[in-house]
T-cell receptor, first 113, second 114 residues
Framework: AQSVTQLDSHVSVSEGTPVLLRCNYSSSYSPSLFWYVQHPNKGLQLLLKYTSAATLVKGINGFEAEFKKSETSFHLTKPSAHMSDAAEYFCVVIDTGRRALTFGSGTRLQVQP | NAGVTQTPKFQVLKTGQSMTLQCAQDMNHEYMSWYRQDPGMGLRLIHYSVGAGITDQGEVPNGYNVSRSTTEDFPLRLLSAAPSQTSVYFC?????????????FGDGTRLSIL
């Protein structure tokens, strides 16, 4: 079965500094991976997706993620944090059996002024 | 441009009461699903549907029923509410069952069971 592990439950950065949110996956074959963002009291919005094309994936709002098979990782990065980036971020893998999403436990990103 | 619409946004129930959470999408999506979100646990799949008339269980189906009589609607029923069902519920849809197709989420229903 596929699964994802988000290595940090909370990350705090200063505005204008880089963001790194870490995610490791477990899958017996090439997975489809996503990052979703959830702002307070809102639903989830897709940031980016990896589906075995380019290993470096660019998403919305300046975020990108790199798929590294050798490290089973799919870390999310952004060169410069903005106050509006403060939210909870979920790393997600497709459960191909159910065609449903399997979520990590989430990383809450705080951005300090 | 409604997307996925969930109603109600908030609900408080007493233990043992029943209720239906509504979910509707206007994108003609084939695939719909229900998740619950609990602190520190991400989202967990309750039930899903790959088309009208077809439903199946997810990871945490106990205490919930679903039906899919139309493409647009996918209601979630709590048969006899329990405090353990206090959670935020999200409905999602996508146009295909294929892996890699992103899902569209509603804004959630916040449910408290007393």
């Amino acid at each position: 079965a596929q699964s994802v592990t988000q290595l940090d439950s909370h990350v705090s950065v200063s505005e204008g500094t880089p963001v790194l949110l870490r995610c490791n996956y477990s899958s017996s074959y090439s997975p489809s991976l996503f990052w979703y963002v959830q702002h307070p009291n809102k639903g989830l919005q897709l940031l980016l997706k990896y589906t075995s094309a380019a290993t470096l994936v660019k998403g919305i709002n300046g975020f990108e993620a790199e798929f590294k098979k050798s490290e089973t990782s799919f870390h999310l990065t952004k060169p410069s944090a903005h106050m509006s980036d403060a939210a909870e971020y979920f790393c997600v893998v497709i459960d191909t059996g159910r065609r449903a999403l399997t979520f990590g436990s989430g990383t809450r990103l705080q951005v300090q002024p | 441009n409604a997307g996925v619409t969930q109603t109600p946004k908030f609900q408080v129930l007493k233990t043992g009461q029943s209720m239906t959470l509504q979910c509707a999408q206007d994108m003609n999506h084939e695939y719909m699903s229900w998740y619950r979100q609990d602190p520190g646990m991400g989202l967990r799949l309750i039930h899903y549907s790959v088309g009208a008339g077809i439903t199946d269980q997810g990871e945490v189906p106990n205490g919930y029923n679903v039906s899919r009589s139309t493409t647009e609607d996918f209601p979630l029923r709590l048969l006899s509410a329990a405090p353990s069902q206090t959670s935020v519920y999200f409905c999602a849809s996508s146009y295909s069952r294929q892996a890699g197709v992103p899902q569209h989420f509603g804004d959630g229903t916040r449910l408290s069971i007393l």
